[in-house]
């Protein structure tokens, strides 16, 4: 189990980002994370996978733990090595690495069985397979957020956080990390959703949470969360009682304008 | 013709050591964003070095053999040195302005300068090698074997560093780093050991070039200026390109020769010591063309 409890983040000593937020991803469970902008998802990540420190953050009180294991002051690497590997936003694959070497890196904790890992992310991912000696920086979006996620599972990771894996991808690509996500989550790795597509997300979770403003203000049964009238509102775009057809339309609203902000 | 040849040899040879400082130089600006100015020093420390041991081997040994023997020895002990300043005053200033942790190496490199002086003593000291000034004939062309040797080692490190890079997992992890740091975090890498290696690197590469200019004349406490070259040597390469590195050292050892051969006899207007400021003309004009370099990539990244 990964852990956070009362998590107080704070930014260069003032901003405070998180303000108490605890959370549970099981062992073999997909839980799902959404908040508009600014929420704090992606500091609760960084806080989880020790990257808060190159961001002048730090964890001000609680705690972060791996099967209750003390984990939030450890270093990223140290964090990596147990298990722990998060896909940050944005994709941020190594552009002038081919997609081989990319891999390679995502192995780095992991040498001796890289062999192995190849295949299996190229089997997770067989257009990565082909273009295994293109340069990164040539992949389409879809494909660069594949050779992301394809690279942290390079070290076969127990807990697999992803940071908005869909941002600005096509339906069909959208729906092709659905499926990845759920395939890895049967292959063992637990995983950490943070979405703004609600929709894709609560339909492969177990659990999710929504935060605002640095704390958790629902923590459901994904099925429930589904069904519970403020997140169809906020996030699914959905007014009690209206149909699936005009929703899709403002979620894709609500997700382009969620990138030009960005 | 075959002076014009043979100059252009002696300058690849003196470019060979340029090169090589150039890319310790630019080893550790791709990995922390910071020139180290400690590079001189680390040439002096690491000549002097193979100044020391050189005698304690060359009596048993064939003296070609003895020669890079030594080398390699004061090689690690020079990226021992580097290793011990990047943890000690480079490490803790992580996260400072660039010119901020420049200016410290900058205090290192007076430090270390001073001390290693102390082990020079006043006259130059030999590192002794079959070589010296002797000439050999190559193709028509006579060239000091000095400079075909220096040649060769830059030809042995550049491959060594292409291997290293493209194939071995601290390689690929110090591309990675350079490229984003938090992504590589991610990975697992430790950034601090990339720091820590790159020094060890420039450290290391500073030491042989040193030992190759010293096969001539020695060492002398006044040999650190020549490292001093490979700054207009990366600027005209790239800062952040070890291929610009490579080119630009070369090229700077090159015109220097050129200009220091016929300077006189075709503008003798531009003064006698015209060759001395002919690399940072080259990289003037250079900059003009291409204001990155011939390498260079436009973003400059920094810590
Ligand atoms: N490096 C930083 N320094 C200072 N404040 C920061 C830093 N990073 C984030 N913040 C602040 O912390 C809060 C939470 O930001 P965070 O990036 O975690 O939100 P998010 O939920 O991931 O948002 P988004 O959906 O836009 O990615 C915001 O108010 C943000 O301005
Ligand atoms: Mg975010």
């Known amino acids: 189990m990964l852990s956070a409890r009362n998590l107080e983040v704070v930014y260069d000593d003032v901003v405070l980002a998180l303000r108490g937020v605890s959370i549970d991803v099981p062992e073999d469970g997909i839980v ?21 420190d190159i961001h002048q953050g730090e964890v001000a009180k609680g705690r972060v733990t791996l099967d209750d294991q003390p984990i939030h002051r450890m270093s990223p690497e140290r964090v990596v090595r147990h298990g722990v590997r998060q896909v940050l936003e944005g994709r941020r694959v190594f552009v002038e690495l081919n997609v081989e070497e990319n891999l390679k890196v995502g192995a780095h904790t992991a040498r001796s069985r890289m062999a192995d890992n190849l295949e299996r992310v190229y089997a997770l991912f067989p257009v990565l397979g082909d ?27 127990r807990y697999l956080l992803l940071d908005e894996p869909t941002l600005g991808l096509a339906p069909k690509m959208v729906e092709n990390i659905r499926d990845v996500v759920l395939e890895i989550n049967k292959g063992g790795t637990a995983v950490l ?62 997700r382009r304008k969620k990138r030009w902000s960005a | 013709m075959t002076q014009f040849l043979e100059v252009v040899l002696r300058g690849l040879g003196s470019g060979s050591i340029y090169a090589l400082l150039a890319l310790g130089f ?14 001189p020093a ?55 302005p660039a010119f901020v942790v420049a200016i410290i190496t900058i205090g290192i490199d007076i430090v270390v300068r001073v001390v290693t002086s102390g082990f020079i003593g006043l006259g130059a000291r030999n590192i002794p090698n079959p070589w010296g000034l002797e000439r ?80 001539s004349a020695g060492v002398d406490r006044q040999i650190w200026i020549v490292a001093l070259v490979a700054l207009p040597a990366i600027i005209l390469g790239g800062l952040d390109s070890l291929e610009g590195a490579v080119v630009g050292g070369l090229a700077v050892g090159v015109v220097e020769a050129l200009v220091g051969t016929y300077q006189r006899d075709y503008a003798p207007w531009l003064g006698d010591n015209f060759a ?20 260079g990539t436009p973003e400059v990244r920094r810590v």
């Open chain 1, 131 to 157: 273009r295994r000696a293109a340069t990164a920086g040539y992949l389409s979006g879809g494909e660069q957020q594949m050779l992301a996620i394809g690279r942290a599972m390079m070290s076969e990771p």
């Open chain 2, 136 to 215: 050999v004939e190559l193709a028509g062309l006579r060239v000091q074997e000095r400079h075909l040797v220096s040649l060769a080692t830059l030809a042995l490190v550049v491959a060594v560093l292409f291997w290293f890079y493209r194939y071995t997992r601290h390689g690929l992890a110090m591309r990675a780093a350079a490229f984003d740091q938090e992504a590589a975090l991610t990975q697992g890498v430790s950034v601090g050991s990339v720091f820590a290696l790159s020094w060890a690197m420039a450290g290391a590469l500073a030491a042989v070039a040193g030992s190759l200019l010293a096969i």
């Open chain 1, 32 to 52: 799902a994370l959404l908040g508009s902008n600014g929420a704090g998802k992606t500091t609760l990540l960084r806080a989880l996978t020790g990257l808060l």
């Open chain 1, 193 to 254: 959703l943070v979405e703004q597509n609600a929709t894709m997300a609560l339909s492969i979770a177990h659990h999710g949470y929504v935060m605002e403003t640095g704390r958790v203000v629902l923590d459901k049964p994904a099925a429930a969360l589904l069904n519970d009238d403020d997140v169809r509102e906020f996030y699914l775009g959905l007014h009690p009682g209206e149909d699936g057809r005009k929703s899709f339309r403002d979620t894709k609203h609500y």
């Open chain 2, 42 to 96: 680390m040439m002096l420390t690491g000549a002097t070095i193979t100044s020391y041991v050189g005698p304690a081997l060359g009596v048993m040994l064939f003296t070609g053999f003895s020669f890079f023997v030594s080398v390699a020895v004061a090689a690690l002990l020079t990226a021992v040195l580097a290793l011990v300043i990047e943890r000690g005053a480079i490490r803790p200033m992580v996260g400072r």
């Open chain 2, 26 to 39: 630019v080893i550790i600006y791709k990995s922390t964003g910071v020139i180290s100015f400690a590079q």
């Open chain 2, 276 to 295: 001395v400021v002919s690399p940072y003309v080259l990289m003037l004009l250079v900059l003009l063309a291409k204001p990155y370099g011939i390498f």
